[in-house]
């Protein structure tokens, strides 16, 4: 069994930063992709960045310049560094993780959400 559990929101003023993280555990072999998903309401879901093994990045055009994916593969763990906030980054961050577990099986799991508010 897998779990993701996901930590790190909270409320800033914006032009604050928040740093959000998102740990495996489980029976995991590798990990092939991990990324961050947020949902606001009354917005569509939408994919905020998303990395790779291979250690590709890609980032949305309203986060890009301010927000950085990474990871630490040693602790199944990636991360979200948040700088420069703003009023509209407001919203529930999802992450997500694909790999495969030990037992030849490919997983792919959602964290559980953690809340960012940016107030003005």
């Known amino acids: 069994q897998v779990q993701l559990v996901e930590s790190g929101g909270g409320l800033v003023q914006a032009g604050g930063s928040l740093r959000l993280s998102c740990t495996a555990s489980g029976n995991i072999a590798s990990i092939h992709a991990m990324g961050w998903h947020r949902q606001a309401p009354d917005r569509p879901r939408e994919t905020v960045a998303s990395t790779t093994s291979g250690d590709s990045t890609n980032y949305s055009d309203s986060v890009k310049g301010r927000f950085t994916i990474s990871r630490e593969p040693a602790k199944n763990t990636v991360y979200l560094q948040m700088n420069n906030l703003k009023p509209e980054d407001t919203a529930v961050y999802y992450c997500?993780?694909?790999?495969?577990?030990?037992?030849?099986?490919?997983?792919?799991?959602w964290g559980q959400g953690t809340r960012v508010t940016v107030s003005s």
């Open positions: 997500y993780q694909r790999g495969l577990l030990h037992t030849g099986v490919d997983f792919g799991l």
